[in-house]
């Protein structure tokens, strides 16, 4: 069964704070996917790797950067999280060239106070 | 004119019944045209493709028109566990975007017994 897990599914950070989100999949996905999901807004696209240390800014990249440096694993990290960035993050991963069958993690309910 | 414009809903109707969401896209260049599915409180799915030639997998059936720039998803005999909220995905316009989907802001069914 292909699986995406995300660190938390909860998350309560105050503004100013360095929020680490980690995105792991067991799939052999060459791509990985974070975006967030707001109501009336949709999901987002923040960031997107099609590689181990390879990283693509998608739609709404600013106030956050991607790490990625094993295949695996991807992780999103707001470097100094502001309350416009309280939102659910949901994380993806694809195969190359099935980029359009994304599988999804749960998601991380992130509130910034 | 928005990227991916889906009707919010909510639809709201009986076991049995058929019911069709639509979509339109602004983007001309689109290539590739999907509908996920969302549960309440859980990840996005893969539901299908939309093909130009019509597709359909059971009780689903997706229609794609390109002249119109617009999709379609029918649902025939509607059960309790269609309801979710259905998404609309278009892929950005060729060349090395392709990878990107952009996702409507979904379409609300609640299916009553």
């Known amino acids: 069964d292909v699986k995406v897990t995300q660190s938390s599914r909860y998350l309560v950070k105050r503004t100013g704070e360095k929020v680490f989100l980690e995105c792991v999949q067991d799939m052999d996905h060459e791509n990985m996917f974070w975006y967030r999901q707001d109501p009336g807004l949709g999901l987002r696209l923040i960031y997107f790797?099609?590689?181990?240390?390879?990283?693509e800014k998608g739609d709404i990249p600013e106030g956050y950067s991607v790490s990625r440096e094993k295949k695996e694993r991807f992780s999103l990290i707001l470097e100094s999280a502001s309350t416009n960035q309280t939102s659910m993050y949901l994380c993806?991963?694809?195969?190359?060239?099935?980029?359009?069958?994304?599988?999804f993690g749960p998601g991380t309910r992130l509130t910034v106070t | 004119r928005k990227e991916v414009e889906q009707d919010p809903g909510p639809f709201n109707v009986p076991e049995g019944a058929t019911v069709a969401f639509n979509c339109t896209y602004s983007n001309s260049a689109s290539q590739s045209f999907f509908w996920y599915r969302q549960d309440c409180r859980k990840e996005p799915k893969l539901l299908m493709s939309v093909y130009s030639s019509g597709n359909e997998d059971g009780r689903f059936t997706a229609q794609l028109n390109r002249a119109s720039q617009y999709i379609s998803l029918l649902i025939r005999d509607s059960k309790l566990s269609d309801s979710a909220t259905y998404l609309c995905?278009?892929?950005?316009?060729?060349?090395?975007?392709?990878?990107?989907?952009?996702f409507g802001k979904g379409t609300l069914l609640t299916v009553n017994p």
């Open positions: 790797s099609y590689d181990v240390k390879m990283k």
């Open positions: 995905v278009v892929t950005a316009g060729g060349g090395g975007s392709n990878y990107k989907l952009t």
């Open positions: 993806a991963s694809s195969r190359r060239g099935i980029f359009y069958e994304q599988y």
